[in-house]
């Protein structure tokens, strides 16, 4: 298994541009969510799923979209890229239920000039 | 507004020593999870502990959990260079949504 897989790894976008990172899971998991990750603040929750055709915001939702069209891909878009959405982005995903554990992809490095 | 909260936010140690780190909490859970970053790495998960445990134990690592006080601790006992990551605790809402989130952590540092 690949686990969690995201693309790209690094990214440099120009303000006002539009992207799509992509999140894939191949362990049939039905949660999945997205995080960003920046210096002294930890990891945000930017959008989260618990199955396909279900979504619902976290922490910090606003400039991005998600979708769930299948239980395996969850991608972010950025529809009008921002120097404050310069940061490191997480995909994790894991089975349903209180007591499951998260599964990390490896990370997407976002820079917005 | 983030829900655990770590510390110290850094921590250096020799080898050898032990290691522990601290995670507040707001609200009630259902469980605690600590999770482990190598720099430039995704986050693994280290263990869970439920919300109707007091302590939980995997190798070197030792979880305690009050939940009167809404705290958990993470011990290392003898650490190695190799322990050198940032950790991270979880934590998802009783009652709430299945999301989980996740504190600012703690930078730990094992010098050989």
């Known amino acids: 298994n690949a686990g969690v897989t995201q693309t790209p790894k690094f990214q440099v976008l120009k303000t006002g541009q539009s992207m799509t990172l992509q999140c894939a899971q191949d362990?049939?998991?039905?949660?999945m969510s997205w995080y960003r990750q920046d210096p002294g603040m930890g990891l945000r929750l930017i959008h989260y799923?618990?199955?396909?055709?279900?979504?619902d915001q976290g922490e910090v939702p606003n400039g991005y979209n998600v979708s769930r069209s299948t239980t395996e891909d969850f991608p972010l878009r950025l529809l009008s890229a921002a120097p404050s959405q310069t940061s490191v982005y997480f995909c994790?995903?894991?089975?349903?239920?209180?007591?499951?554990?998260?599964?990390f992809g490896s990370g997407t490095q976002l820079s917005v000039l | 507004s983030q829900q655990g909260e770590e510390d110290p936010q850094a921590l250096s140690i020799q080898e050898g020593e032990n290691a522990t780190m601290n995670c507040s909490y707001k609200t009630s859970i259902n469980n605690l999870q600590w999770y482990r970053q190598n720099s430039g790495r995704g986050l693994v998960h280290l263990i869970l502990i439920r919300s109707n445990e007091r302590e939980k134990h995997s190798g070197r690592l030792r979880v305690t959990l009050d939940t009167s006080k809404k705290s958990s601790s993470l011990l290392i006992t003898a650490s190695r260079a190799a322990d050198t990551a940032s950790y991270f605790c979880a934590t998802d809402t009783q009652g709430g949504s299945e999301k989980l989130v996740f504190g600012k952590g703690t930078k730990l540092t094992v010098n050989p």
């Open positions: 799923s618990v199955g396909a055709g279900i979504t």
């Open positions: 362990m049939n998991h039905e949660y």
């Open positions: 994790a995903s894991r089975n349903r239920g209180f007591n499951e554990k998260l599964f």
